[in-house]
């Protein structure tokens, strides 16, 4: 009886260590030592025991930072409290809830590897975005706010994997203690930390309700449910501010594709078509089944007919990266999928204004402007990065395809004649996480030679055997004359409306096209660079543009434009 008693007694601590790597450590927080801390990137620092296993050990802040105003902040968060006000993970797996333990073989899988449902459907993290709440960050604390924002994705990703290991048997009891009760308690910790940033700026956020996250499978629906005990109230000490309800960035001429809805698909497919975490058959759609759809707003008077051509190759030098240094800078690894990158030879997560200026070029006019956009791969075959973060650390796989041409376009305006860019001036096209925030800011078309009037949004093109896949990226042509970037990297542009006039505080700039296209083998086969959970859905398509031209180049392209020449 006594050695009975003494088995029930240890037997949480043994169902933890089963789990390990699994990341539910925060159950047996108190046994770690003291004087762990919380790491820079968001996730739990882990104890290694004799054993082999993990245990994930209470979390500290260590020194108390003083603020500028001689705050302190909160104070890390602990089992039975988090930053945000959460009641903290109380439910302790079982040891029969391990797939490790019970010799489910899915628990050894490849990180890369998602966790499917008995019908073979996906299954990804799904959280409430926190930079759409973002609407207006302070110069003073936008550094801390990007990396913060970075590690929330990296949390996201490790969350993903963590998903993949423990399996397709995986229980909902088990998910919810060995990934959304640890992913929610890293969020809180980040999370807490832009509230404290923006707070020292002198900034308070809404920033509730935004820790807890669900997994959502193939079938559209959520498995488990959110914890009941959970209830998200953000940064208490945040007030609330307006949230950006208006959004200038949708394209309002934007037409349904011809195979279907412009919205994502409603659902991952419970087959890929070679990666391991997507595409799936549904997201490609023969070209020649597509009705004609592209349309243009028709010049008036006074319209801006001109064009002004960059010829900046195809990358030829193989200039390639995960970072983003528009949305996550100073961040390594900011994109969790790799770009292409042609013009400016320095881009980098740490490239800086001064570094762009100072670069060479690869546009033979010397245009030192910074164009990327993420890559598409063939699916077969192993990458060069298959052991890399961006590439196969972050479900990115097969060989990246070097496009056979790409087209750098500034057109006019059907309206009215247009004004010259800003030095530095930041633009963002489309959106990188379309497949789990929705297609308010989807932008990307698809298409295929000889048949660019049939253009796709949410589909990928099967193009005829000698037939090109083009992708479409048009960007924001109208500039609020004063801001070359703003908080979400959205709102200091806008796209014209259906008649391509600009909304009212907006005046209309050269109108950028990047086209790209490439030859690969027709059918099914290839995708787009993704982040980890966005499947690489075609919908998640979207392009980076930092202007560095000279004014003297700058006024060459206003000039042959307002002018209705074809330069460059």
């Known amino acids: 009886m006594i050695r009975m008693q003494q088995r029930r007694r240890f037997r949480p601590v043994l169902s933890v260590l089963a789990l390990g790597g699994a990341g539910v450590g925060l159950v047996v927080a108190s046994l770690a030592p003291a004087g762990q801390a919380i790491s820079a990137d968001g996730s739990l620092s882990a104890l ?87 609407t207006d960050v302070p110069a003073a604390a936008e550094n801390e706010v990007n990396r913060n924002l970075a590690t929330i994705d990296r949390q996201i990703a490790l969350a993903n994997q963590r998903l993949a290991r423990i399996g397709s048997r995986a229980s909902n009891n088990l998910i919810r203690n060995a990934v959304l009760n640890p992913l929610r308690f890293q969020r809180s910790f980040t999370i807490n930390r832009i509230g404290t940033a923006l707070r020292r700026a002198g900034i308070r956020a809404d920033l509730r309700n935004l820790t807890s996250c669900t997994v959502q499978n193939g079938a559209g629906g959520q498995s488990p449910s959110p914890n009941p005990t959970a209830t998200a109230t953000g940064d208490p000490s945040a007030s609330p501010s307006p949230s950006d309800t208006a959004n200038p960035t949708a394209d309002p001429t934007a037409s349904p594709t011809g195979s279907g809805s412009a919205s994502p698909s409603a659902s991952p497919s419970a087959t890929a078509t070679g990666g391991a975490t997507g595409p799936s058959p549904d997201d490609f759609v023969d070209i020649r089944t597509v009705q004609p759809n592209a349309n243009k707003p028709r010049n008036q008077q006074g319209a801006s007919r001109g064009t002004f051509v960059s010829r900046c190759g195809r990358n030829e030098d193989g200039h390639h990266n995960s970072d983003n240094v528009i949305v996550a800078p100073g961040v390594t690894n900011g994109a969790h999928h790799v770009h292409d990158y042609v013009g400016n030879k320095d881009t980098s997560g740490f490239s800086t204004n001064d570094s762009l200026q100072a670069a060479g070029t690869t546009c033979s006019n010397g245009d030192k402007s910074t164009h990327y956009w993420p890559v598409l791969r063939l699916q077969r075959g192993k990458g060069n990065d298959a052991d890399k973060p961006g590439g196969g650390l972050d479900g990115n796989v097969g060989q990246i395809v070097r496009p056979a041409s790409v087209t750098l376009t500034l057109s006019g305006n059907p309206t009215s004649k247009v004004v010259g860019m800003p030095v530095f001036l930041r633009i963002i096209t489309g959106d990188a996480k379309s497949f789990t925030n929705g297609p308010t800011n989807a932008n990307a078309r698809w298409t ?90 075609p919908v998640t398509d979207h392009g980076d543009f930092i202007n560095v031209m000279s004014e003297a180049l700058m006024k060459q392209a206003v000039d042959c434009i307002n002018g209705g020449r074809r330069c460059g």
């Open 48 to 134: 290694t025991v004799s054993a082999g296993y993990s245990l994930v050990s209470t979390v500290s802040t260590g020194a108390p930072e003083e603020g500028q105003n001689g705050e302190t902040p909160a104070a890390a968060p602990s089992e039975a409290s988090s930053p945000s006000g959460e009641a903290g993970p109380s439910e302790t797996p079982s040891a029969t809830d391990d797939p490790a333990a019970s010799g489910d073989p899915a628990a050894s899988e490849s990180p890369s590897a998602l966790a499917r449902t008995g019908a073979g459907n996906v299954r990804t993290v799904s959280c409430p975005s926190v930079a759409e709440r973002l």
């Open 448 to 537: 295929c030679t000889g048949f660019e009037n049939r253009q796709l949004k949410d589909k990928y093109p099967i193009c005829p055997r000698g037939s090109q896949v083009v992708r479409l990226l048009q960007f924001q042509s109208c500039w609020d004359g004063k801001n070359t970037d703003s908080a979400n990297h959205r709102t200091h542009v806008a796209f014209t409306g259906a008649d391509g006039s600009c909304p009212s505080g907006f005046q209309a700039i050269p109108a950028l096209e990047q086209r790209i296209t490439y030859n690969v083998p027709p059918g099914p086969g290839f995708a787009l660079d993704s982040f980890p959970e966005q499947l690489h859905k």
